[in-house]
């Protein structure tokens, strides 16, 4: 019998009515042939709203303690799906990370899974169970409570799937699967039928919200076989594979934006070796989160260091900057906050020259001005006015010949 | 060093301003040289949310799934009370029913405790941390999660104090000990400075509302010292403790009431054997929970009888003596839900024959008619109309000497 194991995002359980929902929906997949092995968010925004309780007790925070907290709401959801089950008829039994063999290092908030001893899990499907899994889970070999970490849920899924050696890992969002852009702002953008594991790490990077990143290099050095698709309907969504070199490549899978970044800029740098060092061992020690780096070719001995945070951390990513200004001998510090990133991804990118420069044309031709141009073999980021992003992208995916007709 | 055993209920933790108040009772509490271990239940009104939430879900509740729903609950709780000690400087770590070492059977939702190993709270002990465990929880002999039950809490807190030789189990509560009567009723009552287990039990059974019976009768088994006291203050509460034979005994110690219950009357019974055995084994096999059973003397080969419920069982005990009324052939059945019980206790009460005339005399003198009455060792209730239940306890509060000069 197939072996099947779904994943369903907070979004998809948030509530009781919606809970049923997926009842109802792994119900089907079992009642049309397949095993299931159910893995589950917390609802809704719960997660946020305990980290938001732990803040208004205390502002010592331990991890362990944290974890402790917030693996209470996948806890909920899934007894509470196990029930929903239950009353269509469907035998299942709830399992939290520990419960189901999740063995993880002692990093709390963000541990890493060392070992899944899935004993339990095959021997509920064995007696015609379905497991549903606390997402985001584990017991550290401490034997402490831990957690994977946001987008930790998809984690989980994939670690199952090739445990039990699956036949599919089903990512369920509140989207029919990944698009070749945000389909808020393209109206005629296209659900992939495929898509590479490259090119959705690069999506992933730039913009595209889901999955989480680190399920999905787990799924492609492990081969899983993701599929990305609705909760709220039957069509098939997104697959996400290997790379097949026999298929011809499409040159431009998917446009993707980012309107979460700032830009900070150091000019007037001295051209030596070690200050790039020096900022920004600096940044990463006070935990700026540094995304795109860009400095330009000197210019009598001086350069202009520029790079890209989450807006998040703007504030502290300019301080530290505006501290070591003297030290480094730098003329000004200056931020940004109005920009945004768009970027063009495609496996064919790596034996199609020029796509850079058409990308740079067709936003010339929109008059649209780069401030910034970052590249790797599948993708080219172009940072932009914020403003206009929008037409940046809709013009970007007409030009590649992504529009729907 | 001493070994302090402090558990507080949901009210004590019901929001993050008295979890830290929570927190720093303990903290003082080391900080006077003891060792502690605490244990907590879910906050506030957690518990019935959640139950609710699983209703809104499901109409099918499988036990294993309640319980995994209803442990969320105190998982959170002490997981915040941990970052509140930790906030103090006071190192902390939670531990569930499982990781506290409570092993239970599998009867979910009112597991029994079957073995405590207690290996990690004694480890977190002696390396001078304060263990804070999830009342109420273990895990089954089957590797599942169990909840032992409302009140359960302070089931898990006396276990613990037994487990590690503790020196005093202290139940914190919202009121600063037992009472000789509510004191809502009774602005004479007095908070007792000891009370028998005996005496603890039977009011416990009559309506003082705490500590949970199941952990009284544990408490006893093990020779658990208990203090019930209030969390909001440092004044001592009240002991439980062993009867001293060699102490004079009070004759009336306390004088409880429960308005909660209603009474059924099935009148023109034939007094016949097995016609009560087939009346409470129905209304058992249905889940009423009789409390009180009055039988009268025949009277031309027909009686009455007539028990107590809680007030939410009376619409199903009544339709239960209906059904079965022909077939043991009863004249007729009735209910009453305007009735109240007032009880009075004491240990003494054993050797001094005529405290329960004094009682009827009492109430007759308050032109109180009593419509059921029963006894134990060292129990008398009467069942009284509950418009005249306040006049009933306060009179016999004064007329046994137990009001404060």
Redo the contacts between chains.
């Keep these: 019998m197939p072996l099947v194991i779904q994943k369903f995002g907070g979004t998809s359980v948030a509530d009781?009515e919606r809970?049923?929902e997926v009842a109802d929906h792994v119900a089907r997949t079992v009642r049309h042939g397949n095993d299931a092995v159910v893995v589950v968010s917390a609802m809704g925004k719960e997660t946020d709203e305990?980290i938001r309780?732990?803040g208004?007790?205390?502002?010592?925070?331990?991890g362990?303690?944290?974890d402790?907290?917030i693996?209470?709401?996948e806890?909920?959801a899934?007894?509470?799906l196990?029930?929903?089950l239950?009353?269509l008829g469907v035998p299942a039994?709830?399992f939290?990370g520990s419960?189901a063999g999740f063995i993880t290092d002692t990093n709390h908030s963000n541990a890493k899974i060392v070992e899944l001893r899935p004993d339990?899990l095959r021997k509920a499907i064995d007696a015609g169970r379905v497991p549903v899994i606390g997402g985001a889970q584990g017991v550290s070999t401490d034997?402490d409570?831990t957690f994977l970490g946001r987008g930790g849920s998809d984690t989980t899924a994939v670690a199952v799937c090739h445990a039990l050696e699956g036949d599919a890992c089903e990512l369920y969002t509140d989207v029919p699967g990944v698009f070749t852009a945000d389909p808020r702002l393209v109206p005629r953008a296209r659900r992939m039928g495929a898509v590479s594991f490259d090119e959705l790490l690069e999506m992933t990077a730039t913009g595209c919200p889901k999955p989480a990143m680190r399920s999905v290099e787990y799924a492609r050095r492990w081969g899983v076989k993701l599929h990305v698709r609705s909760a709220f309907t039957w069509e098939p969504g997104t697959w996400v594979l290997e790379e097949d070199p026999s298929m011809e490549q499409a040159i431009v899978s998917a446009v993707t934006h980012d309107t979460g970044e700032a830009k900070v800029t150091v000019s007037g740098v001295p051209d030596q070796p070690g200050i790039a060092a020096r900022l920004f061992r600096e940044l990463a020690a006070v935990g700026v989160n540094v995304d795109m780096i860009v400095q330009n070719v000197s210019d009598h001995g001086v350069t202009d260091i520029s790079f890209t945070v989450p807006k998040d951390d703007l504030v502290q990513g300019t301080d530290v900057c505006q501290r070591l200004a003297d030290e480094i001998g730098a003329v000004g510090v200056s931020s940004d906050s109005d920009i945004a990133r768009v970027s063009i991804i495609g496996a064919g990118m790596k034996s199609n020259p020029g796509v850079a420069a058409t990308m740079f044309e067709v936003l010339a031709g929109e008059g649209i001005n780069i401030e910034m141009i970052s590249t790797s073999a599948i993708r080219t980021s172009c940072v932009v006015r914020e403003g206009q992003i929008e037409q940046a992208v809709q013009s970007l995916h007409s030009a590649f010949g992504l529009d729907t007709v």
């Design positions: 009781p809970i049923r305990l309780l732990a208004d007790v205390s502002h010592v925070r331990p362990r303690e944290m402790m907290l693996t209470a709401g806890r909920k899934m007894a509470l196990c029930m929903a239950h009353s039994d709830s939290t419960q339990r034997h409570v």
